[in-house]
């Protein structure tokens, strides 16, 4: 069975969207914290972390948005999938209308999708070392 492109990127968003909340709000009690910082000591890590997949889905949207053909779909990433800005603020910063909005992220959505199964990003729990 062949996993859809858009439903890889619809499930490794949600995942992104989860890590990049916990690891800010985790960040901010390590910031009030400082004593936590100093007991620090370096051990090898078996499997990835949050903060693992919070860069490489960066990175495969990168990639599969990367050239000036599609530099206005990097700028759609980066500030409403990647910044979780809201729609409204997104659509209206970029001055689209609801329809290139939906045309766009489809777009986005497809090629970014192709490149997180390329990377392997999912399923989730395979890429943190589930069975």
């Known amino acids: 069975m062949s996993v859809k492109p858009e439903m890889a990127f619809d499930v490794c968003w949600e995942v992104y969207r989860g890590a990049r909340e916990v690891l800010e709000a985790k960040r901010g009690i390590t910031a009030l914290a400082f004593e936590a910082d100093t007991k620090y000591s370096w051990r090898p890590d078996l499997r990835p972390k949050l903060?693992?997949?919070v860069a490489d889905f960066a990175l495969a949207g990168q990639a599969a948005l990367e050239g000036p053909?599609?530099?206005?779909?990097m700028v759609l990433f980066r500030l409403y999938y990647l910044g979780l800005t809201p729609y409204e603020s997104a659509r209206h910063f970029l001055?689209?209308?609801e329809r290139?909005?939906?045309?766009?992220?489809e777009e986005i959505r497809r090629r970014c999708g192709e490149e997180l199964l390329r990377?392997?990003?999912f399923p989730p729990r395979k890429y943190f070392g589930g069975a």
């Open 51 to 53: 903060k693992d997949w």
């Open 69 to 73: 053909q599609q530099a206005s779909r």
């Open 95 to 97: 001055g689209l209308s």
């Open 100 to 105: 290139s909005w939906v045309n766009w992220s």
């Open 119 to 121: 990377r392997a990003l």
